[in-house]
């Protein structure tokens, strides 16, 4: 068979570093149609005849090597080299922990875990054991293996599966597992028992410690040294100094010697529990046994002495320590350090601090923790300053975080204001994270050194990175150094920063009164009554006080804003938070609100005044009353009449009575005619006299009559000229009834007048 190809082909074959490589360098296209029997089989032949093989020649990983290669395009191979180091197959247990940490334990991931293990071994069970994510999933991968047959576990497995569950406190699950071994086969060491106790007293259940301990010799189970230094640990932590004593006694009886690791465990323990007398004793004993003390030792004695404050015993056992050739340690002199301090000798500790560095011997966190302290007490600030420039050099943070606290108060009252930021600033280079309090007392200090301008730097800092917020906060900024930067900043027209300060306050459960009107006060003045009024409706919502002032400065600022309907809405509001709003701060209300034509509101804001007992701006309370009469809002001017003369009060009748004449307002003056007519209050017949010509003149004879009528029948005489013309008038119209009643009343009214000789008329009065 002859093939023809119409175009000659290159071809560029992609590299698979996995694949089998063929050594023939030959175009691909001549192998391939070939029939030389002999010709070396193609790459697809090659893998497919064993999927298994893995080639480890060099032509494998790097590809042919032909060193004569023919010329032309024909045999150039392009072939791309790896970069880097290839990354290593995963294990196949780390591959087993993934798997159980993703996927719910289920039959189906124990079947994909099956299918992915051809045999399960001791290192595979126990590597998998040791890298599971926590200890359920450990606990289950134990369980399945054994019962599915797939793996008979050993003393190691069932080791390292009880050390998992009693690290995770899983005791019951420990104790039955390890109570089980003997069921399978598997004797029991006192390794596994040794856990357990242990277990038991990191949880603080010391009765089954002791249980296990005793069950172990039930058991049969060899208890050495070992297994009572476990249980010694274990009840000397709860204080169980007197059981420690007896299972000591017990122990020597059974011919079991103590170690040094046992003596040092019962001096800390006695120790521990205070008990002075007999952690002597067993020191002296120990060393009556020939067993000589350690530095661990000496380290337990010197701390066991500080906690009595017998620095002289222990300076005397640090100079022993010295003179049996046994180097202090770290722990060693920071342990004399801490004692020193506690009794309040700091130079000491100051000079073993110094005496250890000049011994090569670095001081670490726990030194340089519990010296901080002693200095701040005795006001040596230049030495912490000191201290803490040498930690941050060598990158040493405190374990406990509460010492910046009492730098940065120290230095404060120093006066030393630039070493305090100091503080602050070793604080972040030390990564440890900052709180509101730690620059609460930064604040705090230069506001009252007048730096304000430090201050504010310090709270932009503090409010942009939100650092008030954060809940793992455990040092909140005071009030002492919160109000002031308020304050400050209120009187300085930075009311909006102070305000978004003191929101990240709020945030934290702040409800301070005094920041809360000190923000009012700010907002006031700058012009935004607005956002004053918000904050005083968050002081109501959370039943904060606020205080006269706050009210005043807001009205003003709405009043100086042309806005007398807010003002008035803030005077309720100071009213009833139960504050008395002035006389001068009611009459402002009230003259805006009247300038603005808003004669109804500020009627309101009158009647408040009035009930509040203010007698003060009674001319303007007349321009008042005056206005609703004549924009007919009869009935609230009479209400508000009525309230004055309660209050004791009286306004001008005749002077109302005049004007409404005057301007024709009948309807207005005949109610208020009537009124006072009712009510039986002061008014003169000059106004009676103007109202009857007023509403003659309107034609209103019969209202003129009836009022008329009413002035006669409460005893008042009127010599009104314009009668005759009101009888004309009203026989004109129809009316001689009343015409009629009117004339025989007037003449009744002459002769009782004749009768009455030298008697003079007079107003009709209450």
Known sequence: MAFVLSKRCQWRPRVFPNLPRISDPSPIYLRLFSSNKDSTPSVGDKASSDPHTESTSSEAQTGPVNPNPPDGPENVVNQRTPRGKRRNPEKLEDIICRMMANRAWTTRLQNSIRGLVPQFDNSLVWNVLHGARNSEHALQFFRWVERAGLFDHDRETHLKIIEILTRASKLNHARCILLDMPKKGVEWGEDLFVLLIDGYGKAGIVQEAVKIFNKMKELGVERSIKSYDALFKVILRRGRYMMAKRYFNAMLSEGIEPTKHTYNIMIWGFFLSLRLE?????????????????????????????????????ENLFTEMKGQNIAPTVISYTTMIKGYVSVGRVDDGLRLFEEMKSFGIKPNAVTYTT??????????????????????????????????????????????????????????????????????????????????????????????KEIIVRPQSTADIEASAYNPMIQYLCNHGQTGKAEIFFRQLLKKGVQDPVAFNNLIHGHSKEGNPDSAFEILKIMGRRGVASDADSFRLLIKSYLSKGEPADAKTALDNMIESGHLPDSSLFRSVMESLYGDGRVQTASRVMKGMIEKGVKENMDLVAKILEALLMRGHVEEALGRIDLLMQSGSVPNFDGLLSILSE???????????????????????????????????AGKTLNAYSILCKIMEKGGVTNWSSCEDLIRSLNQEGNTKQADILSRMIKGGKEASGNRKGNKQAPVSA
């Open 371 to 464: 010296l901080l302290p002693g200095l701040c007490d005795a006001e040596k600030m230049s030495e912490a300053q000191t201290m803490l420039k040498e930690m941050v050099e060598r990158f040493i943070a405190p374990k406990d975080n509460s010492i910046f606290l009492r730098l940065l108060s120290s230095q404060c009252k120093a006066g030393n204001l630039d070493a305090a930021a100091d503080v602050l600033k070793a604080m972040i280079r030390l990564s440890i994270p900052t709180e509101s309090g730690h620059y609460g007392i930064l604040i705090e200090n230069f506001c009252k050194a007048q730096v304000y301008d430090r201050a504010v730097k310090l709270l932009d800092k503090l409010v942009e």
């Open 278 to 314: 007999t952690a002597k004793r067993f020191y002296e004993d120990m060393k009556n046994r020939g067993i000589s003390p350690d530095v661990v030792t000496y380290n337990t004695m010197i701390y066991g002495y500080n906690r009595f404050k017998l620095m002289d015993e222990a």
């Open 663 to 697: 301007k024709g307002k009948t309807i207005a003056a005949i109610k208020l005619l009537d009124f006072c007519l009712e009510r039986d209050y002061s008014v003169d017949f000059s106004s009676y006299d103007k109202v009857l010509d007023a509403l003659l003149g």
